[in-house]
């Protein structure tokens, strides 16, 4: 079982940057898929990215192409989401996950553990 506990949620203006940690339980950290998703208020939780085992493949909504990137440090048992350029539609819960299947997917259902989510709030 991988226990995942996110970090670095909080408030800030529009245009701005905030950069989310996903700190992972356990030994196989390397061997699995990491992704994130977010849940904003009366929406179904969204695919944001993910990033392949060893870091050199990543894929991203296109909500959020160009301004989010994911990375990962194997080393730490960490995955990050830097995001810039934050707009007010980015306000959400945003989730990390752990994909064993070691293929990148944009369904949820395909991610076997979450962690509790950390709220990104986005002041216009």
């Known amino acids: 079982q991988v226990q995942l506990v996110e970090s670095g949620g909080g408030l800030v203006q529009a245009g701005g940057s905030l950069r989310l940690s996903c700190a992972a339980s356990g030994r196989t950290f390397s061997r699995y898929v990491m992704a994130w998703f977010r849940q904003a208020p009366g929406k179904e939780r969204e695919f944001v990215g993910a990033?392949?085992?060893?870091?050199?493949?990543?894929y991203y909504a296109d909500s959020v192409k160009g301004r989010f990137t994911i990375s990962r440090d194997n080393a730490k048992n960490a995955v990050y989401l830097q995001m810039n350029s934050l707009k007010p539609e980015d306000t959400a819960i945003y989730y990390c996950a752990v994909g064993s299947s070691g293929l990148i997917f944009t369904n949820q259902r395909a991610y076997d553990y979450w962690g509790q989510g950390a709220q990104v709030t986005v002041s216009s």
């Open positions: 990033i392949s085992q060893s870091g050199d493949r990543s």
